[in-house]
């Protein structure tokens, strides 16, 4: 936080969402929202970090010199049941949690969701959705973007869909999406914004971080936020 390194533990759930207290102020900052909810730092945001929800076959064949953080002793024990409940919690089925503050009835509670934010608009891609669609061509906060769903891996990625100043509409070049063409200029792609043949080759889309959320807690905390429908 502004250049200092705050370090984080767990203090509980307000509003059925997860709170966490920095050690050298006290300031509680809540998981959704990244705000500063109390103590010397209430009012101030946290920078989200980009990352990537995926799967380990996926990653290490993209990433194939990747470190592995070592579990902690017993933690090895409890990944099948951490994936058992991983499995269910995507079902969508199932209430929100207690202390939800806030309710929006457009989606069941429990749907996942991948929610994007462009220039103060945002927008919820429910994952059924993007397991049907795979690449998905928008607008958001008056800008194009890309969205590119892998159902192999169950990855998503997102994108600004333009280069040098100029719109760029994507289809899937394979059935696993995860080779793309844009219709402007016939140049192929990979689906993490790489231009790997082509007129545009070695050129890069501007990544979008899409956040992994149910649908009752990217709601609460994005009580203007649109849904994506291909209806």
Same mark, same amino acid.
């Given at each position: 936080?502004?250049?200092?390194?705050?370090?984080?533990?767990?203090?509980?759930?307000?509003?059925?969402?997860?709170?966490?207290?920095?050690?050298?102020?006290?300031?509680?900052?809540?998981?959704?929202?990244?705000?500063?909810?109390?103590?010397?730092?209430?009012?101030?945001?946290?920078?989200?970090?980009?990352?990537?929800?995926?799967?380990?076959?996926e990653w290490r064949h993209t990433h194939p010199a990747t470190l592995v953080l070592k579990p902690l002793p017993g933690y090895a024990d409890r990944i099948a049941a951490k994936?058992?409940?991983?499995?269910?919690?995507?079902?969508?089925?199932?209430?929100?949690?207690?202390?939800?503050?806030?309710?929006?009835?457009?989606?069941?509670?429990?749907?996942? /969701? &991948?929610?994007?934010?462009?220039?103060? +608009?945002?927008?919820? =891609?429910?994952?059924?959705?993007?397991?049907? %669609?795979?690449?998905?061509?928008?607008?958001?906060?008056g800008r194009p973007i890309l969205i590119v769903h892998q159902p192999g891996s169950d990855t998503t990625t997102a994108f600004l869909a333009r280069w040098n100043g100029q719109?760029?509409?994507?289809?899937?070049?394979?059935?696993?999406?995860?080779?793309?063409?844009?219709?402007?200029?016939?140049?192929?792609?990979?689906?993490?914004?790489?231009?790997?043949?082509?007129?545009?080759?070695?050129?890069?889309?501007?990544?979008? /971080? &899409?956040?992994?959320?149910?649908?009752? +807690?990217?709601?609460? =905390?994005?009580?203007?936020?649109?849904?994506? %429908?291909?209806?």
């Amino acid at each position: 936080m502004k250049g200092r390194e705050l370090l984080f533990d767990n203090a509980g759930l307000v509003g059925g969402n997860e709170v966490f207290k920095d050690r050298e102020t006290g300031s509680r900052w809540q998981q959704s929202s990244l705000e500063g909810i109390s103590g010397p730092l209430q009012g101030e945001h946290l920078k989200l970090f980009p990352f990537l929800l995926t799967n380990w076959a996926e990653w290490r064949h993209t990433h194939p010199a990747t470190l592995v953080l070592k579990p902690l002793p017993g933690y090895a024990d409890r990944i099948a049941a951490k994936n058992l409940e991983i499995r269910q919690g995507l079902s969508g089925e199932g209430e929100a949690p207690d202390g939800v503050l806030r309710r929006d009835d457009r989606l069941k509670p429990r749907t996942m /969701i &991948l929610g994007v934010d462009v220039e103060g +608009a945002n927008r919820a =891609f429910p994952l059924p959705v993007l397991r049907k %669609s795979q690449v998905i061509n928008d607008e958001l906060g008056g800008r194009p973007i890309l969205i590119v769903h892998q159902p192999g891996s169950d990855t998503t990625t997102a994108f600004l869909a333009r280069w040098n100043g100029q719109a760029l509409t994507f289809s899937a070049a394979n059935a696993d999406a995860t080779e793309l063409t844009d219709a402007q200029t016939h140049s192929h792609w990979d689906a993490y914004g790489q231009c790997v043949s082509g007129k545009l080759k070695g050129s890069h889309l501007d990544p979008l /971080i &899409l956040e992994p959320e149910y649908w009752f +807690a990217w709601s609460e =905390f994005h009580p203007d936020t649109s849904i994506y %429908s291909t209806h």
